[in-house]
């Protein structure tokens, strides 16, 4: 039958013009407005249409805010085998307490479908005075070593902290299989080698945080980064190792490469030394879609949080990982980024006399091993500045003439 | 928001059968309150509803390695809840809502609309016309309007959620729509003769 001989319940019973009286299709939209600009004989029958279309708005059956989230609670509740819940976990920690202090902020952060589901942490991204391991439990291990070394047995329940060994003991009325999910945090001024589970080796670099869990049960293996690291990653082809930071998902089988992510700065990127990664993050605009980049050996991934756009170079991968044997490298490099990773490191303050003092480009190797100061006096050495303690943490950097 | 991104929910779905749990808390998030109000439909014990959501998604984490991924997922869900909600209600031996999984109560309340420029009394007179005319519908008719207008699904899909094929549901939606306009010509026609009534007497008696 033609549109032109529709009846009411024709109208009504057509599908395409469902679409057009929900205004769920843009191309429906269309079609159905110019159909009536076209057929201005048919305006009493759409109208007629549209006004039975309105009776149907009804009365609404609604759960409360607490009953949606204590019922997702529950459903979550009845897995044995906890797969990726970890994350979630924290997350709706922190929202319950969101849902009784104020129903309409929890409703409007947690009902936009297209948000991540991470919190943002860098809101509330502060860092202990000192390294720490946080464990499921909420009791917390001090890093006394300012590069310390973390390493978990098979089983996830035995870690060996520097020279220490800690159980992790099961708590009463928790399964055994329940996965206990733990953070290393590593301030400013220090750095820690991680050795999970599984056999992968992380090195955090100063500032940074990793909650991984302690055994990997499910199909993935998966953690989440703030900050820098570099992975070396145990090959399993049956698991993929997935890192999680606030920008970007890594997606990786067996392989080394470096992550930096720190919740302070614009840029977040990946480099691959060896093997395969592909790097999820989602692309800014009018359909927040979610990109996909696959990076080849000595490739780097660089993405503008802000903008939310995307690069890919060609680089020297030992540039951006050398960090991890307490070496700097870098190659007609901003003097401006080498600072602040000076800063991160020693946990100091770098002040400058004068914003251009930060666009000299410096190119060279620093061991970082040796003290601040001999570390300063080498850069005066490369770039025409000279240097002075201004306090206990405070440098300054002055111009020379 | 659903309604505008339909697709964004596939992805999601697509992501869970692999194994991303955060899709399916987000499936829930997107789904829940519509799926809550259909099972009203069926029922008003609030907890029997709540208990077969929570089980329905349950059983879909349980079992997602057998799940299709080329689905509607609204309807899909729609469907899985009813079939939960009926079976329970059955079980109770709740005659009153549920004979047997053919044969069950479905009530649909209209809200009043507000709208400006006409009178209280017009608003309360069409609101009662229609919730009249719409009680007056079987349950089939009324769950087939339901899905199709409040819930925006296609025949395909209330086909599937009744058990019909694409043509049956095409003409229940037919034959419930018509009822509702004779039912409403002719309560207008009876509001008409009342009032002819009204001046025909008064004529005489002037």
Redesign the interface.
Known sequence: MEYSDYTTIDFLNDDYFLLWLNKSDSDAIKFWDGFIEKHPEKQLVIDEAVEIFNFFKLHKDKLTLDEVFILWENIKKSQKVKKNLFIPLLKYAAIFIFVFISGAIFYALFFRIDETVFPKYAEDYTLPEEPRLVLSDGSSVVLDNKNSKIEYDKTGNQLIIDNDTIQQDSEPGISEEETKINSVIIPYGSNSQVTLSDGTKVWLNAGSRLIHPSQFTGSNREVMLFGEAYFDVAKNKDKPFIVKTNYTTIEVLGTKFNVFAYPDETITGTVLVEGSVAVEYKKDGFMKKVERIILAPNQCALINTEKGNARVSEIDASMYTSWKDGIFKFELEDLNRVLKKLERYYNIKINQENPFIGFHKISGKLDLRSSLEDVLDIIKNTVPIDWEKQNNNQYLITQKN | ??????E?NLILWHKFLK????AI??I???Y??EL??Y???LSSD?DLI?DC??DV??SL?KNRRNLSESIHLKGYLFKAVKRKVISELIKKRNYEEVIQSDDYRFE????K?IHEGNTNDIQTEKFVA?QTA?DSLTSRQKEA??L???G?M??KEIASILNLSIQSS?AL??RA??K??ELLEERKNGLNQILFLFFKQTKHVL
Not at chain 2, 1 to 6: A, G, I
Not at chain 2, 19 to 22: L, M, N, S, W
Not at chain 2, 108 to 111: A, G, N, P, S
């Open positions: 928001m659903e309604k505008l991104f339909p964004n194994g991303d749990d955060h808390s987000k829930y998030i997107s829940i309150n809550f109000d099972g009203c439909k609030r709540k959501i929570q998604f349950i984490m649909i309340k209209i809200e609309q229609v719409i309007l339901y199709r207008f409040y925006g296609k025949h095409r939606v037919s729509l018509k509702i306009k």
